[in-house]
């Protein structure tokens, strides 16, 4: 990466991070830059990376909010192991990021906020600009704060209302650096605060004047600007999505498929809380949402919705789907359809709540009481949650049964060009209720599916009664029978392990069917993996990439084409979920490479591990 | 030829389900099932319309032994089921079924936001003072000092008041009926169906195992004229087997007094009148309990307010007026670009 030395010289990626205090507007910020990028028709991934307090007390390292993004002019999989460019808004953002950014990296920090005190309050004895501490980067030091206040004095505001326009100011000035274009940033800005309201105006300005600033100052050999070309993308119209966008809109597009009304049902909690958000303002598209009392309750509203013959979904992470296990085994017993969105976050309990992991794996396969399964499938990037949340609304109404979609925090708020698909495109799966009377119990089955009848409340002639209780397999009456409990365990596992058929067979994401060594991973480690394998590839090594969606049950070949590969390698940000999966199922020697440092794989790491099965140097 | 035949009015019969009640012999139970047959018929409500919904515990198997539809959930939740249901078909009769354990204890947050946001089901709570099918432990609206298999030297919790709890909640709809009072249920069921948004029926049954006679002192034959206050809305508020007894307000200490008219001066005048939507006078008649008082029977409170289920579904016809929604164009909102 050479951003600097060359002036407009073409980059093929580069690696930026945002980092200041929580109130300073660095996601805006990352979020608007990355949506300037796509336009400019670059890869892109984004990575916001902030803590869980809204407002942590100003210039401490833990209410540090920083913003990543990798973009090029190559596909981008990743947001980057390393950053090539820091910007630090404050020295708490400074001492939280620089040991991340790579070796010769630049760092663009606000020397207004460099004060003695806030320089102690991050932890520096001294003044880390004076020290020695930076001399392995370039410093670019700029008094961002004082530009702010110059800048916004005409239109009247106040100071601190003035200040918070450095994020508009940066924005403005890293635009002028990689050549990006303002305008939906201005429309933005515009948008939010109405065309007269002087705060508005004072963060157009500061905008203005960022980019003006690199511009007219003899700055380069500090930084002068770059060229990216776009990539050379498919064919097709494109949009810059976020997981939760993404899976929102492939919930309501599975219910259009479906032909069903939905109803979402979900109790407030981060990082999930935005698929509730969105989902409520598409009433039109005959949603239906209720914030619920807990999780617990959502979850049974959900269910009940169902059980009225609507699509149930109910979202929520870790700790609210622990709540909902209770709720999501009466789906199972009473064999109604019901989506769980699990947007994983970091645990045990509370855990990390803004920071990412994958380590519902258990919890969504095997965490419940008694023999209680459901499928699992997993969405591997932000817009693949469009097509995952689809197949999961589609599991759940042809086989009458709770599904589980997981996500994780990484792919929900993370961002990335999009190719946007036409409804056309997707087959549908309309749902037929159970109409005729001849004959019927509620337990009827398809002889193939095994997916019992759905017959919905309000019909004539189908009145039935269904519970908790173990039904009988000949009537859905209570039964108490031995026999027939052993019946419908079977019946209900059967059902559930036929789906293997009723989904595409196992290919790998990159490299061939068989070799040396497979890396297999799941859910949002797609794009280290893939990026990692591919670069490994490039260098000779015999590696092959194989991604699961399908997390239960899993794909019919994936035993047979995992025996194909000498050796194993799982990567997971979990303690080796995954990893046990595969080793009780097909008793493979497989190895793991394990991380929950509540941060997303990186492409570094993974290649290591690649290089250490291999015994390449 | 069409020939327009009236379908045959339901009976009672027609709302049993084929199933065999397993309620134990002399259960308080089988008197609420059969008001409920009855009352439905005469209601001429439709099996196919009729939803009962209900958690864990013995009146929970109540769905099972009705030819509606039903639903037994899980322990304290059906409020929450039932809402979802609700909302999903603010079309459908749905009634809830649930216990003092059920309601009040594991449930007591589903149903306090159930009424709160008066969601339109009628909420039967079946209140027997104890835990029946878990064979006989203390319930939250068991009294201090009862005796079970884990309070063996007495509790010494302070019970939970079932219709005090719903008034608090906000509940736009609070009654109490006795198990055995079939008449009288079937007007409560018949007011509770009527009221759009949540009802609340506390519903007095006396489990013959594990709490017998837990009640007595009220439901008694001998004792029930003297003990039961049946409050009608505009009328006084009498009882006794001559209607000489009454309740009025002290002013000064802002309690109900029960008093006798034509003794130590009380007149028929200083009876208090009942007032279904008085909303202070329902908080004050829900916690009067026998044996100082008569237990107050009937509608406590009824002042109806928009239904939680309406009002979404406006909000919902209010976006739909626009026409459906369009998925291809929703995506293609906002910023795009296209590559070609």
């Known amino acids: 990466m050479n951003v600097q030395n060359v002036p407009k010289s073409e980059l093929e990626a580069v690696v930026v991070r945002f980092a200041g205090d929580s109130g300073d507007g660095v996601q805006l910020l990352g979020s608007q830059f990355a949506q300037e990028t796509a336009l400019a028709g670059n890869s892109l991934a984004t990575f916001p990376d902030f803590p869980a307090e809204i407002r942590a007390p100003t210039g401490t390292t833990y209410g540090v909010s920083a913003f990543q993004i990798n973009f090029g002019s190559r596909v981008v999989k990743t947001a980057g192991d390393q950053p090539d460019v820091l910007v630090a808004l404050n020295p708490a953002a400074l001492m939280v990021n620089y040991k991340g950014l790579r070796k010769g990296g630049l760092i663009i920090l606000d020397s207004g906020a460099f004060k003695d005190k806030d320089i102690k309050r991050a932890g520096f004895a001294v003044d880390p600009r004076t020290d020695g501490t930076l001399k392995e980067f370039r410093v670019l030091e700029l008094d961002i704060s004082a530009q702010a206040l110059e800048v916004a004095k005409p239109f009247g505001v106040s100071q601190k209302e003035a200040l918070r326009t450095k994020n508009l100011w940066v924005l403005g000035l890293v635009s002028w650096m990689y050549d990006r274009e303002l305008n939906s940033t201005n429309e933005y800005v515009a948008r939010k605060f109405g065309a007269d309201d002087p705060i508005g105006q004072a963060n157009l300005a500061a905008l203005k004047a960022g980019h003006a600033y690199g511009e007219t100052h003899e700055i380069s050999g500090d930084i002068s600007p770059v060229q990216m070309p776009s990539v050379k993308f498919e064919p097709g119209t494109y949009r810059l999505v976020s997981g939760a966008e993404a899976l929102a809109w492939g919930l309501a597009a599975g219910a259009q498929l479906a032909n069903l009304e939905a109803l979402l049902a979900s109790y407030p909690i981060t990082p999930s809380s935005p698929i509730l958000h969105i989902l409520a303002r598409l009433k039109q598209f005959g949603i239906t949402t209720f914030q619920a009392e807990d999780e617990i309750a959502a979850c049974c509203a959900a269910l009940g919705a169902s059980y009225a013959g609507k699509l149930g979904i109910t979202a929520s992470s870790g700790p609210g789907i622990a709540l909902k296990t209770e709720a999501i085994g009466l789906g199972i017993g009473t064999e109604l359809p019901l989506v769980v969105v699990n947007t994983q976050r970091a645990g045990p309990s509370t855990g990390l709540p803004t920071k990412t992991e994958q380590s519902d794996l258990f919890l969504s396969v095997w965490g419940r009481n008694a023999d209680a399964p459901i499928p699992v499938v997993a969405s591997r990037s932000p817009g693949d949650c469009f097509e995952v949340a689809i197949e999961a609304v589609r599991l759940a109404v042809k086989y009458m049964t709770p599904v589980m979609l997981l996500s994780d925090g990484y792919i929900a708020n993370a961002a990335e060009p999009w190719r946007i698909p036409s409804m056309k495109d997707f087959k549908p799966f309309p749902v037929e209720f159970h109409k005729n009377t001849e004959g019927f119990h509620p337990f009827l089955r398809d002889p193939k599916t095994l997916a019992r009848v759905w017959a919905v409340p309000g019909t004539p002639g189908l009145m039935h009664r269904i519970g908790g209780i173990e039904r009988d397999y000949n009537s859905g009456n209570i039964s108490y029978e031995a026999a027939n409990h052993q019946k419908m365990t079977d019946t209900r596992a059967a059902k559930i392990n036929n789906i293997a058929n009723d989904i595409p067979e196992q290919g790998v994401e990159a490299g061939e069917l068989k070799g040396k060594l497979a890396v297999v991973g799941w859910g949002s480690t797609f794009g280290p993996i893939n990026r990692a394998v591919s670069n490994m590839r490039a260098k000779g090594l015999d590696v092959s990439h194989i991604h699961i969606r399908h997390i239960w049950p899993l794909p019919r070949n994936l035993g047979d084409l995992l025996k194909n590969f000498d050796k194993v390698l799982v990567a997971e940000m979990n303690n080796g979920q995954m990893l046990t999966l595969l080793k009780s199922q097909y008793l493979i020697d497989a190895k793991g490479l394990l991380k929950v440092s509540g941060q997303p794989l990186k492409i570094d790491e993974v290649e290591s591990a690649i290089r250490s099965q291999l015994g390449a140097p | ?340």
Request: proline share 5%; glycine share 10%; with cysteine.
């Open chain 2, 1 to 340: 030829m069409n020939v327009n035949v009236e379908p045959a009015k339901l009976t009672p019969k027609d709302f049993a389900s084929d199933q065999e009640v397993r309620w134990c012999p002399g259960c308080g139970d089988y008197a609420i099932l059969k008001a409920m047959h009855k009352s439905l018929a005469d209601m001429g409500a439709k099996l196919e319309n009729t939803v009962f919904v209900s958690g864990i515990g013995c009146s929970s198997r109540f769905p099972y032994y009705m030819a509606t539809y039903g639903f037994h959930t899980i322990h304290g939740r059906a409020p929450a089921i039932a809402s979802g249901l609700k909302l999903a078909r603010p079309e459908l009769d749905v009634w809830v079924v649930t216990g003092d354990g059920d309601a009040l204890s594991i449930g007591g947050n589903h149903l306090f936001h159930a009424l709160r946001r008066n969601i339109d089901l009628n909420i039967l709570l079946f209140n027997n003072e104890i835990y029946g099918l878990t064979k006989g432990q203390y319930s939250p609206t068991s009294r201090i000092g009862q005796k079970s298999p884990s309070t063996p030297m007495g509790s010494v919790d302070s019970p939970a008041e079932a219709c005090t709890f719903a008034l608090g909640c906000n509940a736009r709809f609070v009654a109490r009926g006795i198990d055995v009072q079939a008449k009288e249920l079937g007007v409560l069921f018949s007011r509770a169906r009527e009221h759009k948004g949540a009802s609340f029926v506390e519903i007095i049954q006396n489990c013959i195992v594990y709490n017998d006679g837990a009640f007595s002192n009220f439901t008694e034959k001998d004792v029930a004229a003297e003990m039961q206050l049946h409050v009608k809305h505009g009328e006084p508020l009498l009882y006794g087997k001559d209607k000489n007894k009454g309740l009025r307000l002290n002013p000064k200490t802002l309690k109900i007094e029960a008093v006798v008219v034509g003794e130590n001066g009380v007149t028929a005048g200083d009876i208090l009148v009942h007032d279904e939507k008085n909303r202070v006078l329902a908080g004050l008649l829900a916690g009067l309990r026998p044996p100082q008082f008569p237990e107050i029977l009937g509608v406590i409170y009824c002042d109806p307010a928009p239904s939680y289920e309406a009002q979404v579904a406006a909000q919902n016809a209010q976006a739909r007026a626009k026409g459906p929604g369009d998925l291809d164009k929703l995506m293609r909102a906002g910023n795009t670009w296209s590559v070609t």
